[in-house]
């Protein structure tokens, strides 16, 4: 029982903060937070069900299905499509979950936009880095078998663990996000595939990405300090101790010129 308060404060310490950001975008919006997430569940359950029709398997395959062997000019243009055809060899339900799961804390959390951005930089990652891998040889670290240059991209897999370490990240959410890592670690162990590789590139890219939002944010932080500082040794300097009568500190300029002055300026 003595543990029970500890597991609960982990358990805030680990999802407050997304649980937080969950309760404030659908407070402030509704359902309309999720409007991405309801385009892109019902775009996959659509694009499931046509290329599983005869008619329909071989327009999806032009429009959205990426190879390595594809022209790269091509392969881009498929790319924005992809995200959102499933596999036909899985059972299309789990990626509904996923995505819907996936995708609507992302928007919630980042925004529609940021969401798309996020989901877009992690398929490229995949999509480039089979490229890549199949130019290096199988002999290669990280390198790949020239036949994986005909399979299919994983399409919204690596969107959806691309978003999932962004928005642990953004959250705040170590451990889960460490978990998910974990998991496509051993996905790639188990059965070290196309689609397993994909989805670690897919975290790779993300993790830069990560990294270069938290070294800008440091270089921002450090240089408000350092502004403020500066600015409070100016109004030592120019003000003695840089209080008046418990106001904030002034230019010396402005005691010469009146309290008028000083208020305006203020």
């Keep these: 029982m003595s543990r029970l308060p500890a597991l609960r404060r982990a358990a805030v310490r ?3 903060p997304l649980v937080t950001a969950v309760r404030r975008g659908l407070a402030g919006r509704g359902v309309r937070a999720l409007a991405l997430t309801t385009v892109a569940v019902a775009l996959t359950a659509t694009v499931q069900l046509t290329q599983n029709q005869a008619w329909g398997y071989r327009p999806v395959q032009n429009l959205g299905a990426v ?3 594809d022209p790269l000019w091509l392969a881009l243009l498929r790319t924005p499509l992809s995200l959102f055809v499933p596999a036909l060899d899985l059972p299309v339900w789990g990626a509904l979950a996923q995505i819907l799961l996936v995708f609507g804390l992302a928007e919630l959390c980042l925004g529609r936009w940021r969401t798309l951005a996020v989901a877009y ?4 990652a995949g999509t480039l880095y089979a490229r890549i891998g199949i130019a290096l040889g199988p002999e290669a670290f990280l390198g790949l078998p020239a036949s994986d240059a005909q399979v299919v991209d994983t399409g919204p897999s690596a969107a959806v663990v691309g978003l999932a370490v962004y928005v642990c990240h ?6 889960t996000g460490a978990l998910v890592v974990l998991a496509m670690v051993v996905e790639v162990l188990v059965k070290d595939n196309l689609a397993g590789r994909e989805h670690l590139a897919a975290i790779a890219a993300v993790l830069v990405v990560c990294g270069v939002r938290e070294w800008l944010g440091r270089r921002r932080g450090a240089r408000d300090l350092g502004a403020g500082g500066a600015g409070a040794l100016q109004d030592l300097g120019d003000g003695g101790s840089g209080t008046r009568s418990g106001a904030p500190p002034m230019r010396s300029w402005n005691f010469r010129r009146g309290p008028a002055q000083r208020t305006s300026w203020w």
């Design 170 to 175: 953004q959250r705040r959410a170590r451990f």
């Design 67 to 69: 190879r390595a062997e």
């Design 14 to 16: 680990e999802w407050g």
């Design 121 to 124: 930089l992690a398929t490229l």
